[in-house]
């Protein structure tokens, strides 16, 4: 987590644009498939291993990952070091009205942090609100909520006018941190069971997470 911060720091620090992704296997087994996709992928400026089944992955192919970082996991410090360096955020996505939740609770919890939230959509109908807000807020780092793979092809399509120096894709962080979607306990958490947990609350789930034996299993045998 703290290498991943230093990284996001970084960036802002050398400007220009940088995609970052929070890859799971849900993401890898459906880049094997969308083209679009795996090009964005590939082209990101840094990919976090968004669970333990990457690091997993990873370990078995000769890369030394140390723990996961998760997007729920990373907003905290990623606050902290914006609050810290006067770095201004930028919160998009989820249901309405919860993104604006969680900024006022990070406001409250990180003094002096300068950050702005919008529902937003992404179609490309919403494009022109949406890039005025981020403009009018002057945003170094920012947070989108659309869920994957809309997320990381949103960003990518309005990469040249974003004007934000770090654009990350969080899926469902914001639901999670504001309670709207109860997390897995800490046990189940450090277990790496927590994808259990999120079937458990959103069945709905099943048809995503089935990739997962499959993805399991081109890692056992790929040499």
Not at 108 to 126: I, K, W
Request: include cysteine; aromatic fraction near 6%.
């Amino acid at each position: 987590m703290d290498g991943a911060v230093k990284r996001i720091e970084a960036m802002v620090d050398g400007g220009g644009h940088h995609l970052v992704a929070t890859v799971n296997p849900e993401f890898v087994m459906r880049a094997r498939r969308d083209h679009d996709f795996a090009r964005v992928l590939e082209a990101a400026d840094l990919c976090l291993p968004d669970g333990r089944g990457v690091v997993w992955a990873a370990r078995r192919q000769g890369c030394p990952l140390r723990a996961a970082v998760t997007g729920v996991d990373l907003v905290q410090p990623l606050a902290a070091m914006c609050a810290r360096r006067k770095f201004r955020l930028f919160l998009l996505g989820a249901g309405a009205g919860v993104a604006a939740e969680l900024a006022a609770r990070l406001r409250a919890e990180h003094e002096g942090l300068e950050v702005a939230a919008h529902d937003g959509s992404p179609e490309s109908s919403s494009d022109e609100d949406t890039l005025d807000l981020i403009h009018g807020h002057r945003t170094h780092v920012l947070l989108v909520a659309y869920g994957a793979p809309k997320q990381e092809l949103w960003i990518d399509r309005l990469r040249e006018r974003l004007g934000v120096a770090v654009a990350i894709g969080v899926g469902g962080t914001f639901d999670y941190l504001t309670g709207h979607v109860p997390r897995a306990p800490l046990w189940m958490r450090r277990s790496g069971l927590e994808w259990l947990h999120r079937l458990s609350r959103q069945p709905w789930r099943i048809r995503r997470m089935a990739v997962l034996p499959v993805f399991a299993l081109r890692v056992l045998s790929d040499k």
